[in-house]
């Protein structure tokens, strides 16, 4: 087999393949800590969209499975290593290729840090809207890859509502660009869809041509809200968006996150504060937006509803819905989950998740993009164990019912990955199913792309 590695080292720049164990360390794993990676046999680390054909083309030729990464962060176990794979690093793809301020587009390359892309469009007076939480450590090309969500979805949709074309190469080394560089167009199938949210198992997305938007003249106007449950929390978002407000951003922490975060940051929150509810508008009138919101929130039972005095203070409280993925860390070893529900069937979905919470004996911290439906029930459990604990795994299997039987689904914006494979085929049933298998053997016959992930 090391003749065949030489053979992909000859074939693109000096020092582009590793192969050393400890070098290759850093590639294994992604951020979900349930999940066991295996033993690349090698690593590309590619510049260019030539070195990702050569790639793919050499590991057709010796069937090696080919794990695409970016950087890493997936919480579905989708970067994950595989036992004689080739992990294919697009992370080093960094160009921004063009930026047209005029037809506000940008074509980026897959390895362009998400928040990098927002950074270069500030400066014509734009922005790149979808903003995952990991918008400093994760790519664009990962970012397609999963369809990622963020906090802005609420108003801009999600990763798949600013993309525009790809450019990606196919198993085998050919290089397909879908989509168009117009705001209209329908030629032909929506390529461009099929590859958004395929997971690195159709072929690797190299560059894309991404929509901007124009940029708010100002920071948005944000308000925190305090309630005494997390079920009170979640009947106010739903009266702020039965009463058509239009939040820019609209998040949901539970008493579990807010506890984590408080012991480790002194936020303050007194014990009348169970839920926090961060809300912005960046509309036309944001200070008008927030105070309607306030006004709901205090009619729905909140014990405190303070609208932000500074900018400053507005970073600060997005600041700690950013911190509550490291605080929960703090507490042991956490599964993260992502279901959604339709907005209005949110309130229901949160008791679901107390129930199940309670019912299995299980330590569940829940954070949401509660303007999308969109929770994260985390399941903490001790960091010593050896596998995810079955009364964790049977909660979970109780809460992705709950969201299918409330009209929702298994992942708003993670992805299936490894960790949620088993419900799929409940979700999409047999027809949809059969469907997703056709698709990947057209593409894929050999089914080399990202193995063991999705389906
Ligand atoms: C602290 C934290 C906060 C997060 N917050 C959010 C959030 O708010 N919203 C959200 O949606 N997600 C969030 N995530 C999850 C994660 O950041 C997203 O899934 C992100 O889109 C992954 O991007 P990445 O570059 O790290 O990709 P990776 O983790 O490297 O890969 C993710 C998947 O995409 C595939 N892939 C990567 N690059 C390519 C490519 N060029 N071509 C084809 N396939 C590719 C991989 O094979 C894998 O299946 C968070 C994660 C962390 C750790």
Redesign the pocket.
């Given at each position: 087999m090391s003749d065949a590695v030489d053979e992909l080292r000859k074939a693109v720049p000096d020092g582009r393949v590793l192969t050393d164990p400890d070098l290759m360390a850093a590639y294994r794993r992604?951020?979900t800590p349930t999940v066991s990676p295996g033993q690349p046999r090698c690593v590309l680390l590619a510049g260019r969209t030539s070195d990702v054909a050569a790639a793919l083309a050499w590991a057709q030729r010796h069937r090696v499975p080919v794990?695409?990464?970016?950087?890493?962060?997936?919480?579905?176990g989708?970067?994950t290593a595989t036992d004689g794979c080739l992990v294919l690093s697009?992370?080093r793809?960094t160009a921004i290729r063009e930026l047209d301020p005029a037809n506000e587009t940008v074509v980026a390359e897959?390895?362009v840090l998400?928040a990098d892309v927002d950074r270069a469009a500030a400066a014509h007076g734009l922005m790149y809207a979808p903003?995952?939480?990991?918008l400093e450590?994760?790519?664009?090309?990962?970012?397609?890859?999963?369809?990622?969500?963020?906090?802005r979805c609420v108003k801009y949709g999600?990763?798949r509502d600013s993309v525009l074309g790809l450019e990606?190469v196919l198993p085998g080394g050919r290089v397909l660009r879908t989509g168009r560089r117009t705001v209209k167009g329908v030629t032909g199938y929506d390529l461009t869809g099929l590859?958004v949210g395929?997971?690195?198992?159709l072929?690797?997305?190299?560059s894309a041509t991404l929509r901007l938007r124009p940029r708010p003249a100002r920071y948005p106007s944000t308000l925190a809200a305090g309630f005494p449950s997390f079920g009170a929390a979640a009947r106010a978002v739903a009266a702020i968006l039965a009463a058509r407000l239009r939040p820019s951003l609209l998040e949901l922490m539970d008493s579990v996150t807010l506890r984590a975060i408080e012991e480790w940051q002194n936020t303050g929150f007194g014990a009348d504060v169970q839920a926090l509810l961060i809300a912005q508008d960046d509309g036309e009138q944001p200070d008008l937006g927030v105070a309607r919101m306030r006004d709901v929130c205090l009619r729905e039972g909140a014990s405190m509803a303070e609208v932000s005095g500074s900018e400053a203070e507005s970073r600060q409280l997005l600041e700690l819905r950013?911190l509550s993925?490291?605080a929960l860390d703090r507490l042991g070893a956490t599964l993260t989950e992502d279901v959604c529900v339709p907005r209005t069937r949110l309130p229901e979905m949160v008791a679901r998740v107390e129930q199940a919470a309670r019912r299995h004996g299980v330590l569940v911290a829940t954070v949401a993009?509660a303007g999308d439906g969109n929770l994260h029930p985390l399941f903490v459990f001790d960091r010593g164990l050896p596998d995810v604990p079955p009364q964790v795994w049977a909660a979970a299997d109780e809460i992705f019912r709950a969201a299918l039987e409330l009209g929702g689904t298994l992942t708003?914006?993670?992805?299936v990955?490894i960790i949620k494979r088993r419900w799929l085929g409940t979700e999409l049933g047999p027809e949809a199913m059969a469907v997703h298998h056709a698709i990947k053997n057209a593409l894929d016959p050999d089914g080399i792309m990202?193995p063991g992930?999705v389906l």
């Open positions: 992604d951020e794990v695409p990464r970016g950087g890493g962060t997936s919480l579905a989708g970067a697009t992370a793809l897959a390895g998400t903003d995952p939480s990991s450590i994760s790519t664009i090309g990962g970012n397609l890859a999963t369809n990622a969500g963020g906090l999600v990763t990606v590859f395929s997971e690195g198992t072929g690797v997305i190299t950013r993925y490291p993009h708003g914006e993670h992805g990955g990202n992930k």
